[in-house]
């Protein structure tokens, strides 16, 4: 039977509204996996936004399903609505080259996106395409704004395109792997860096330790009101 892993989210603020939306998120995964004669393994993130995809319970899921397909117990991941997983069109991308990697299906019931089925697939792949067009644009529109500035004489530091999305698997994997381990299990899943290559320890230390700085100085200046 197949078993998928039915993930559930609100924010703080829909929280504070007596958990608003568990119940029906709940009900709308509920009917789906009953019409597809589904098991459902509940993982629940409260008070969490999806600015990131940096949360206990995701994480937890997204480890549960890189498991080699042989000895994995779950088939894939629903949500009733796709901005419960991830709010970001690039981070929702980087989930599907995940699953597409390790071979698990990804399922957002208000978009119609399973790639259990083709037509699904095919949904999923037009999201892909459009992520993988909007960073094109992006990345011409910030090679011109440095080669402009280059003319100025101004000096701009290299911008990373690293998808958030690797970038928080990168992290929850260091939480438990070396550095050697955790660039490997990065190239097992199909990730590449900001430059499209390869991992190895040391790129992976590099990432880590900008990333950090990163939350770090995000962190602050939060707390500062900045």
Known sequence: MTTMIGYLRVSTEEQANSGLG???????????ADAHGWAVAWYVDEGLSAKSLARPQLQAALTRLHVLPKRRDVDGIVVAKLDRLSRSVHDFSGILKLANARKWAVVAIDLGVDTSTPTGKLVANVMMS????EREVIGERTSAAMQAAKRQGKHMGRVSALPQSTGDRLLALRATHTLAKTASQLNAEGLTTATSKSWSANCVAKVEMRL?????????SLQTGG
């Open 22 to 32: 568990l119940d029906a998120q709940r009900e709308s995964i509920e009917r789906y």
């Open 130 to 133: 459009v992520a993988e067009w």
């Open 212 to 220: 950090r700085d990163r939350r770090r100085v995000d962190s602050a």
